[in-house]
Structure formats: C-alpha cells, structure tokens
C-alpha cells in the first residue's frame, strides 16, 4: 500500500498536468474535437428520468440506438441537468477527470514497480503523453479520462489480487472492471488484456486464472443492468456491429505506426518507451516489455502503449540511467584538483552534501530528468494549445457556429432537417435539437458508419451548387437546409475548407435551387427551393 506520508509522489504527475491543462483551455474558447453526442446522451437520460432511452434522435434521419456504456453519460447528464453550460462542461470538466486519473495512475505504477519515484515519474509521462491527451483532455474525453480512472485503479487490485489472492482485492477488481464495462469498451478490453499479462507474471496458478475469471464474470453481471435492456430491444448484434467499426482484434504492424499523431514539437516519450522496452529484456525484466507488445498487437492503441510504456521509461531512467549518471558524477567529483575556498571547491562540497541524501541527490540526474520533463511537458503544451501539425486540437465549434444554432433553434420548426458541412456535424444536434442527416458518429451502432462516412466524404469536395445537389440526390437525402462553415474539416482540410467555403458558398447564394436565409462570417445557411 501507498504510506499517507508519501501523498506527494501521486500529485507530480497533476502538478505537471496543470501547465499542460491550462494550455488547453487558454486557447480554446471552445471544447476541441468532437463531444456533442455524449452530451446528447446525457440529455436524453436525464429527459427519460434518469433512466436508458432506446434511441438518440437527430442523429441521422432515424436516430441511433441507444447502446453506448451510460455510466459516465449519467454524470454528464446530471452535471446538465443542475446547470452546467454544454460547451463550458465539455471543455473544463475532462480535465477534472483526467487530473483524477493522474492520481490513481501513480498509485498504481507504484504499486506495480515498487517504486514512489518511479511511479511519480510514470505519471509524468502519462500526464504529458500527446497519445493520452489526444481523446481524454478533449471534449469527449470525461468518458475516456473516466475509463483510464477505473483502469488505473484496476491495475493496482489486480496486481495486490495475483499477488496476494485476497477477496477483498477479489470484490475490488470486479466491481472496478465493472465500472469500465459501463464506461467505455475499448478499456474494457485493455483492462482484461491487462489482467491476463498480470495473472501470467505475477501469479500462474489454477487459483489465480479463477480469481481472474471470477472478476470478468462478476464485472459482467454488475454490468447487466445496461447491457440486458440494450440487448433486449436492439439484440445482440448491436454490440458486433459497433466493435467491427475498430478493426477487430489484432494489429500486425502496429509498431510502424506508433505514434500516430503528429507532433509540432515531437513528443520525448515514445521513442523512450522503444528504447526502455529494449533495456528492460536486456536486463531479463521482460513484463512490461511483454505487455506493451501484447496490447500493441491486440488493440494498437498508442493511449494504451503509452500507459505501459510511461513506466518502462520510469523504470529505465531510475535504474539504468540515474545509476549511470551518479558513476559520472562521481568521476567528475573526484578528479576535481584544486584548492580550498575556490568556487570549484565550493561546488564539489555541495555536490558532496547533497549526495549524501542518496540516490536522488545526485545533481547531474536532477538536471537530466528536470530537463526532459521541461521538455516533455512543454511538447504536450503545445500539442494541446494547438499548432501546424495535422493531428493537434482543433475546435470543431466557433462563435459563428454558436450564434447560427442559437438562429436555428429560435427560427426552424422543430422537425426541421439539415445536411451539415463541416467539422461541427457531430455538435449540431446538441446545439440546435434539430436534426442532422449526415453525421457518423454513433451510427456505428446501427451499422450504418460507413454509408454515412461516404455520404461525409463526397459531400465534403463539392464546391458548386449542381454538385451538392446531385450528391443529395444520389443519396436520397432531402434536407430543408444546408448548413456550411468557413472552418470546414479542420483535421486535414484546411485549405481545401478555404476553397469550399469560398466557392461553394458563393455558388450557393447564386443557384435559384437554394435561398439564403442565415448568414455570418463563419456560417452559411441555405434553405432547398
């Protein structure tokens, strides 16, 4: 267990976190990425009396079956329900959450390393992983920074389970694998992978894969009250339908590809994780490096890897490279020749006095780790705060957007429909309560995902009238409106966004087949004649 005396160590990683977390919000006036569906959920349990609705409407022309882990939409939509602004939640409240999970995180690299500064240090990197960041910081990220949460805090009853079998470890687990299960179902599967690398190295006993079983079947059944009723009106192939938009299970070459995203200052982490994988099987430590591999090749999730990783580089940095850098301070310390009194002589005497306090006295490796943390954390500030790099964080709603919905909910009737072009699609429903013909999210789980990617992607390169119109004809849609926006696809389209907006704006206020009925800088709104 964690000494109450050492609460110290879980907070670095929140201490370093702040910076970053500030960043972010600093620059962001709104949430960035997409987030408007979960929030839309959460509406719509706090309208059904806080209990499950069977489907999400204005999420294409039918809705979406309501399938998704409620757990943290329940305190989304609880948070609304007092009073809390939609777009003010989604960009504050993740951080909260993700700050939280910090916490727990250290507690569990700790536990599993054996290890205050080694588990302190895992939490920095966790904290300043842009892989981590990317979808637990953002607008959607209260449900993943809550998933990490629980996943954290299973790590650490699982690691006390197989080393102990205790039941209390035992109820622990399940009840936190329980939690994950109702939160988010890609942690759900790290958090059983997870399971079955700590059963194999920390116990490997008949009585240890029970335990193990005992937590998959128990989290389960504590899970029953969401999963029995969705199965119940939608059937079980809502669940096989949503998993097949993630690939499946097995990810070949995922080591190519990690990390995904693209860095304005390339993030210090994962070729450190690489490297402290290695120098973990060199030194016959082979547990982490397993997991890390076994996770890759399973999911090929960097958020993942990096959780694993942040503590193969702790581990390699406090017992290979802190070590090293001592030997050569020790060598420097003693060829130091001169006389007493001089500024040299005075350095080597504190040097000396502090070295005595140990292993983390050592100057040279404070300097060293302080530099790559500086580092580390000014990367992951900059990630947040927002750059040239395709992958960093951009706002899917502006001002425009808000003052545009806010005409829209005010001056169309409430069975309006709209075909949306740009990044705020996923937003428009929540914003309006109106419906959005094309938007992808979430239809995953009616299996629809691809039909309305493609609806998105031949939409997206029209830039004239007659091409809008013949795509909504070769796809059957027949909006009222068309709603378009100067940012477009901020990910990968910004200049062709400029273009679009330019073109396909002024085509439309020409074509006798669209009349204009709302317009600002940023958003234009045409009615179909």
């Known amino acids: 267990m964690i000494d109450r005396s050492h609460w110290r160590w879980c907070v670095a990683g929140v201490l370093v976190f702040v910076p970053v977390y500030l960043a972010y919000v600093l620059t962001h006036e709104h949430p960035s990425l997409g987030g408007g569906l979960f929030l839309m959920m959460g509406e719509e349990i706090v309208a059904h009396g806080y209990t499950l609705p069977t489907r999400i409407s204005h999420y294409t022309s039918g809705g979406i079956p309501f399938s998704y882990p ?69 607008a959607g990220g209260t449900v993943r920074a809550a998933a990490l949460l629980f996943t954290s805090a299973g790590i650490y009853t699982g690691v006390r389970l197989f080393k102990t079998g205790s039941r209390t470890w035992l109820l622990a687990s399940m009840g936190l694998f329980g939690a994950t299960l109702l939160t988010h179902p890609l942690y759900t599967f790290f958090f059983g992978t997870s399971y079955l690398v700590l059963y194999v190295w920390l116990d490997r006993t008949v009585d240890g894969l029970l335990r193990g079983a005992v937590v998959a079947a128990g989290g389960i059944v504590l899970a029953a009250p969401w999963w029995l009723p969705v199965v119940s ?21 995922w080591y190519q590809e990690f990390p995904t995203e693209t860095v304005s200052v390339p993030s210090p982490w994962p070729p450190l994780a690489i490297l402290s994988g290695l120098f973990l099987l060199v030194r016959r430590k082979p547990m982490l490096p397993s997991w890390f591999v076994v996770v890759g090749f399973l999911t090929g999730r960097d958020e993942f890897l990096l959780v694993i990783g942040a503590m193969m580089v702790a581990v390699s940095l406090f ?14 310390l003693e060829t130091i020749e001169t006389r007493d009194g001089t500024a040299l002589s005075a350095c080597k005497r504190g040097a000396m006095r502090l070295r005595s306090n140990g292993p983390r006295g050592c100057v040279l490796a404070i300097l060293i780790l302080g530099l790559v943390t500086a580092y580390g954390t000014t990367s992951a500030a900059v990630y947040v705060a927002g750059g040239d790099a395709d992958d960093e964080l951009p ?128 958003t234009l709104i045409v009615r179909r004649r």
Not at 326 to 332: A, L
Not at 493 to 502: C, H, I, K, L, Y
């Open 319 to 332: 017992e290979g490279v802190v070590p090293l850098l001592r030997r050569i301070e020790t060598t420097v």
């Open 70 to 138: 409620p757990l943290m939409l329940f305190v989304v939509g609880f948070l609304l329900d007092i009073g809390a602004p939609p777009l003010a939640l989604a960009r504050l409240f993740p951080g909260v959450v993700v700050a939280c999970a910090l916490i727990v995180y250290a507690v569990a690299a700790t536990e599993l390393l054996q290890s205050r500064r080694q588990g302190a240090f895992a939490a920095i990197v966790v904290a300043t992983a842009p892989s981590v960041l990317h979808l637990t910081l953002t």
């Open 233 to 253: 009106t939608h059937g079980f192939e809502v669940f096989l339908q949503a998993g097949s938009t993630h690939d499946g299970i097995g990810y070949l070459n």
């Open 395 to 522: 706002m899917f709603v502006h001002g425009s957007d808000v003052t545009a919905t806010e005409w829209v909910r005010s001056n169309t009737t409430e069975n309006a429909s709209f075909v949306v072009i740009g990044d705020v699609a996923e937003w428009f429903p929540l914003l309006t309560d109106r419906t959005n013909l094309v938007v992808p999210q979430g239809s995953e789980w009616e299996g629809t995902r691809d039909r309305q990617m493609h609806m998105r992607d031949q939409l997206r390169p029209c830039l004239d009238a007659s091409c809008l119109t013949s795509r909504l004809d070769q796809f059957n849609l027949d909006p009222d409106y068309v709603y378009l926006t100067a940012s477009g696809y901020a990910r990968k389209d910004r200049q062709a966004g400029e273009r679009r907006w330019t073109r396909l704006g002024r085509s439309l206020r020409q074509s006798p087949d669209y009349e204009v009925v709302f317009e600002t800088k940023g």
